[in-house]
Structure formats: C-alpha cells, structure tokens
C-alpha cells in the first residue's frame, strides 16, 4: 500500500520559512517523480514545484520561482519543499503526489498526471 505523508506545515509570519517534508512507502521511490501542489480555501488546487527521479530536473510555477526549493533524498525516501520569503497569498493545505516513470506524460503541472496523493498539510502566512 502506498502512502505519502506530509509535515512540516504549520503558522508562519510574512517572510518568514518553512519546510515542507513528505515521506513515502509502499513504492520504488527512486522510479515516481514527486510534486507538490497546494489548494487554497474555494480554489483550485494549483501545481506548486515537482522534481524528477533522478533530482537532476525541478520545475516550479511562477508564483513560487526564486522563493521555493524542491529537493529529494531517494535513501530517505523522503521529499522536501523549503519555503522562503513566505507571503500571505502561500496560505493554503499542501499536498505532495507521485508519478510513476512509466505513467508519466510530461504534463507535471497537471494534478490527474499523478498516481498517487497525500494527505495535506495546512500552511498559513499571518500579515
């Protein structure tokens, strides 16, 4: 059974940090390209950052380019999203998803690329 599991989220204050983690079981950790995503309350939930298997590629949404950083450790099996110059307009419950390598399309910002999703983890950036 895979399962993915976020930490790390939490209250914040405008520019301020945090790091987002997100572990996996249950999967060949080193053949899934791994995602974030985020969804704020009434919107869409909306591609944040993904890096592939190797970590050699990461590709971020503008919003979030020059202040975010994804990064993997395929021994801990484990995802990270460091988070910095946080703004208010970040306030939203963060979700980390998994692409297999021989499901994957090319399309990493769209959520239904992605075979596998956790639970969320609020982050909320007080003004």
């Known amino acids: 059974q895979v399962q993915l599991v976020e930490s790390g989220g939490g209250l914040v204050q405008a520019g301020g940090s945090l790091r987002l983690s997100c572990a996996a079981s249950?999967?060949?950790?080193?053949?899934?390209?791994l995602g974030w995503f985020r969804q704020a309350p009434g919107k869409d939930r909306d591609f944040v950052a993904v890096?592939?298997?190797?970590?050699?590629?990461?590709y971020y949404a503008d919003s979030v380019k020059g202040r975010f950083t994804i990064s993997r450790d395929n021994a801990q099996k484990t995802v990270y999203l460091q988070m910095n110059s946080l703004k208010p307009e970040d306030t939203a419950v963060y979700y980390c998803?998994?692409?297999?390598?021989?499901?994957?399309?090319?399309?990493?910002?769209?959520?239904?690329?992605?075979?596998?999703w956790g639970q969320g983890t609020q982050v909320t950036v007080s003004s």
């Open positions: 998803a998994a692409v297999s390598v021989t499901n994957y399309n090319g399309s990493y910002s769209a959520s239904r690329q992605y075979d596998y």
């Open positions: 249950g999967l060949t950790f080193s053949r899934y390209a």
């Open positions: 890096i592939s298997w190797s970590g050699m590629n990461t």
